[in-house]
């Protein structure tokens, strides 16, 4: 059974800011662990919306509130966890497999997510309770 710990990972990006303002740097390979084939961003979603709500058979994440705040559910069928993203130098890495659900979006909320993969909705898991039946056989 595999542990939510060993699946997320709360990242770190240092601030190469100076006297002219912050500068934060995400290479991939590097600052996250996978070569960056995708970026996406989603703002203008109110407090009450629900996005995400699904897993992903092949793609990793990295999401970023480079403004704003969010609060993202992960769960892999055995243990949620809730993590606020609130800060830009943060990064929720979320391995492949690993349901999300993204809410409480502040109105200034920007949430960049960055991918090792090319949007494919095939390997889209929409469905929880066929998300169940397959991280737990
Ligand atoms: P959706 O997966 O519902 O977004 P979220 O998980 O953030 O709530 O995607 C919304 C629409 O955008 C849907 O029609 C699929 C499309 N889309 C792409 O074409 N490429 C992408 O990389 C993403 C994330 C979504």
């Not at 243990?79 to 130098?89: C, F, K, M, S, V």
Request: some cysteine; hydrophobic content about 35%; aromatic content about 10%.
């Amino acid at each position: 059974m595999a542990k939510l710990d060993e699946q997320i990972q709360i990242l770190d990006f240092p601030d190469l800011g100076d006297e002219r303002g912050n500068l934060v740097v995400v290479e991939g390979g590097i600052a996250v662990p996978f070569d960056i084939r995708r970026i996406f961003y989603i703002y203008g979603s109110d407090a009450e919306v629900i996005r995400g709500c699904h897993a992903n058979l092949r793609s990793e994440f990295v999401m970023i509130n480079v403004s704003g705040t969010s609060r993202v559910k992960v769960d892999n069928g055995h243990e949620t966890r809730i993590i606020e993203l609130n800060r830009p130098r943060m990064g929720l890495y979320l391995k492949s497999n690993v349901w999300k659900e993204m809410y409480d979006f502040s109105p200034d909320s920007v949430l960049l997510v960055l991918s090792n993969e090319h949007y494919d909705p095939e390997e889209y898991v929409r469905d929880y309770q066929e998300y169940l039946k397959m991280v737990r056989k």
